[in-house]
């Protein structure tokens, strides 16, 4: 990003467009010059307020291009249905390729004529809301599920309801046109969500958005266990960072398992002149679960290598003395084994029947 300077860009538009476009270049340098010290502190703070809605009107028209560039096949000719944006974002934005496709995947739900989250999208074009409120809507539309998502409900605008303002009623009757009609439950989802993000801060409104999903798509512990999952990516440097997520059986079996070998180890070491003392033990918590998580993986392989050699040669010895003895005695069956395992049976079918 930047091979290209502002001058550049603008030459290659039309003039519909290079006007409006120089002017913003402008106007964002004049406002960078602005002497903050010379302002008093409500002017401040109102700047400040105006800055961030200029951020956020400035993300959602580039992700509208991004929408833009995916509808299109003559933008990135060679790039698969649905990646042209992505491609765009990674080869000529310079992105890393996870935000790339995120910024695709957002592209693609804020679109006012079909996306899945347009009230959303609305709010952030508006600049009332910032890119935070966005990723805590998209990360509910993910945990609700695709079966949640495309659900049908009869979107009903109540009515007398002191807890829902005007402007809710006014976003869920736009649904509808103000009639009972059935319509997709993530755009009610969506009209409640966008409604709370132009009042509520992030966590206040992450709070609503785990609630609602508790309450459509409720958890289980089946469902966490068959999402598990282990990523692991390579730095520049050589480095390593992981994600993980697992079942509650198999977390409770990882945190034990850390937690009885990442107990701190002190040492102890002896001076010049022969007196011991003690080396504390100065990594972290989370250090010491690294490490421990290192030496339960290096010493499972040995386990197993000695438990197979053990197994092996268990069953060769036996082998060989089933060859030395012959074959192995038929263990006698009592002559009233018949009515032992009658007796057994009648026994247990009595104790079922009560």
């Not at 103000?178 to 992030?202: E, K």
Request: hydrophobic share 45%.
């Amino acid at each position: 990003m930047g091979v290209r300077g502002n001058q550049e860009l603008l030459d290659q538009l039309p003039q519909p467009v290079a006007e409006p476009a120089a002017a913003v270049v402008a106007a964002l340098s004049e406002l960078q010059g602005v002497r903050h010290a010379a302002l008093r502190p409500e002017e401040v703070r109102a700047l400040g307020e105006l800055w961030e809605r200029f951020t956020a009107q400035a993300a959602s028209g580039r992700l509208s291009l991004l929408a833009a560039i995916d509808a299109r096949d003559d933008v990135i000719r060679k790039a698969k249905v649905g990646d042209a944006s992505a491609v765009f974002a990674y080869h000529a934005l310079g992105q890393r390729r996870g935000a790339a496709r995120r910024d695709a995947a957002w592209a693609s739900l804020l679109r006012a004529d079909g996306g899945d989250l347009p009230g959303l999208g609305a709010a952030f074009a508006a600049g009332d809301i910032s890119a935070a409120h966005v990723e805590v809507t998209v990360r509910a539309h993910r945990q609700l599920g695709p079966t949640v998502r495309e659900a049908v409900m009869d979107c009903q605008v109540p009515h007398g309801d002191d807890d829902i303002t005007a402007a809710l009623r006014s976003a869920l009757a736009s649904l509808s046109d103000a009639f009972t009609a059935r319509v997709r439950l993530i755009l009610v989802v969506d009209a409640v969500l966008a409604h709370y993000a132009r009042s509520m801060s992030v966590p206040e409104l992450e709070a609503i958005a785990t609630r609602i999903v508790r309450i459509l798509n409720p958890p289980n512990p089946r469902k966490a266990h068959e999402r598990r999952y282990l990523q692991m990516d390579q730095l520049p440097d050589g480095s390593w960072i992981a994600r993980f997520s697992c079942g509650a059986d198999q977390g409770l079996r990882l945190q034990r398992a850390i937690a009885a070998w990442s107990a701190p180890r002190p040492g102890k070491g002896i001076d010049q002149d022969g007196v011991e003392f003690p080396i504390p033990d100065k990594r972290d918590l989370r250090a010491r679960r690294m490490d421990a998580l290192s030496d339960i993986v290096n010493v499972a392989p040995g386990q197993d290598r000695h438990h197979t050699a053990r197994r092996q040669r268990g069953r060769a010895g036996a082998r060989r003395l089933s060859r030395r003895r012959g074959p192995r005695p038929r263990p006698a069956v009592p002559a009233d084994a018949g009515r032992v395992i009658g007796r057994a049976a009648g026994a247990a079918g009595g104790t079922a029947a009560k």
